[in-house]
């Protein structure tokens, strides 16, 4: 799967550890009284294949849309000659963006969904947009009145969008309809939100204030276009259809009221210190707080999402997240309890815990219904294949506490994802 980096807003990024694998990797400052070192070939042998996760929507963007977001990139980069700009802070900048729009082009998306492909070129939209803007800025043609004029039309057509917003989808098929929803309403609000008049960082050099300005409101703009384009296109694949706002809004409130209780900050503090033993620097620790903070935010983010009409998918999506991290922490808990994830002797333990979080996705996979499976599903196999990168790239320097967790986190929240995903489908079928 393609890299985005930041060129997804919604796309998640795995947490980076600087390090460098030589001979054994030593592990220190995991308890007071163990200093562990691993056998840098075992590590090396853990990155295998992941499970293929297949899209969760059943209708994706055209290839002519795929096509047109690249060619919105070629255009705006079009006869850019930046040697003509005398200040080098502001040319190196402008080149910098102009280089990165163009390795998206260049980039392998051959293993992406054409959703995934697209999602990844919206910010290189915006990167061409900065290089467009900032020598329309240097030759004086572009002022921050027009600014303005651009970003209210851009957001105008946002909010009328999602304004009376209806979940209309084939009949007899609430979770697809459901998964194809969700990818067309988070790329709508996250324009939005992208187009929002914001206090932005002004910068004493005009051409880099409105290139700033210019790339903000084509990256909403992109993300807010895509949005209604995928929702055109699916509308027309419809034969029979049937509107699923009201059944959507039912589901969306009775799961609120479920993880409700956990939408407010967990006491850090005591989390991890009601253990007989001391968890500290351990994947035990790192697991729990990971798990707490997810059910925490997804828990917040469906009750903010409930309050917001229209915003019901975004809302069961969210509380599903909550659920199933509320089961891996119990179920977490109970195996630190029981003295599982401490501070592992060789690197077995950890491969054990990358084999089970493979089998894990894979009956994730298996589960029905299979979108809302694949949209859960995507998320353990960025965390395995994150984990993996870290290896192969020799960036891991705390193999008991870091990558152990890790391969653990996607385990666990696999395991504990199919009974969530199953009663939701029972109640969007109704």
């Known amino acids: ?31 007071s009284e163990s200093t562990v070192e691993y056998d840098d070939s075992a590590l090396a042998a853990l990155p295998g294949d992941v499970p293929e996760v297949p899209a969760p929507e059943p209708v994706q963007p055209t290839p002519a849309h795929l096509e047109a977001a690249r060619d919105r990139v070629r255009s705006s980069l ?33 293993g992406d969904s054409r959703v995934e492909a697209l999602a990844g070129l919206t910010h290189p939209r915006a990167e061409a947009m900065f290089v467009q803007a900032g020598l ?37 098929a609430p ?29 004493e050099n005009t051409v880099l204030h409105r290139a700033e300005l210019a790339r903000d409101i084509e990256w909403g703009r992109a993300y807010a276009a895509d949005a209604r384009r995928l929702r055109d296109h699916y509308v027309s694949t419809l034969a029979d259809t049937t ?20 939408a407010a900050a967990p006491d850090w503090e005591t989390l991890t210190s009601d253990f007989e033993r001391d968890i500290e620097n351990t994947a035990a620790e790192r697991l729990l707080e990971e798990l707490a903070r997810r059910r925490w935010s997804h828990a917040e983010t469906a009750v903010e999402a409930d309050d917001d009409a229209g915003d019901d998918v975004l809302t069961i999506s969210a509380a599903m997240h909550s659920l199933v991290a509320d089961r891996a922490f ?40 299979a979108p ?6 995507s998320r353990v196999a960025t965390e395995l294949g ?45």
Request: glycine fraction near 6%.
């Open 386 to 430: 994150n984990a993996d990168r870290q290896v192969r790239q020799e960036r891991v320097s705390a193999p008991a506490s870091y990558l152990y967790a890790e391969y653990a986190l996607a385990n666990q929240y696999a395991a504990a994802a199919p009974p969530v995903i199953r009663r939701v489908g029972v109640t969007l079928d109704g």
């Open 136 to 172: 329309a800025a240097f030759d004086g043609r572009l002022t921050a009145t027009d600014l303005t004029a651009r970003r209210d039309r851009q957001q105008r057509e946002a909010t009328a969008f999602l304004d009376d917003y209806r979940y209309v989808g084939s009949s007899g």
């Open 78 to 110: 079009a006869g850019t000659d930046l040697s003509r700009v005398p200040n080098a802070v502001v040319r190196q900048r402008l080149d910098r963006e102009r280089d990165s729009a163009r390795d998206a082009l260049a980039a392998d998306e051959t």
């Open 372 to 377: 809302l499976a694949s949209r859960l599903a």
């Open 175 to 203: 979770a697809e309809t459901l998964a194809e929803h969700a990818r067309i309403v988070e790329w709508a609000t996250t324009g939005s939100r992208l187009l929002e008049p914001d206090q932005y960082y002004e910068y």
């Open 243 to 262: 509107d699923y706002t009201d059944r959507f809004a039912g589901v969306a409130d009775g799961l609120v009221v479920e993880v409700e209780t956990h």
């Open 1 to 31: 799967m393609t890299d985005h980096g930041r060129r997804s807003l919604l796309a998640t990024a795995g947490t980076a550890l600087a390090g460098t694998l030589a001979g054994c990797s030593t592990l220190e400052g995991l308890s």
């Open 330 to 369: 119990a179920a977490v808990t109970e195996a630190v309890e029981a003295g599982a994830y401490e501070t592992p002797e060789s690197v077995d333990p950890i491969a054990a815990e990358r084999t089970a979080a493979v089998e894990q996705l894979q009956t994730l996979l298996d589960t029905e219904p």
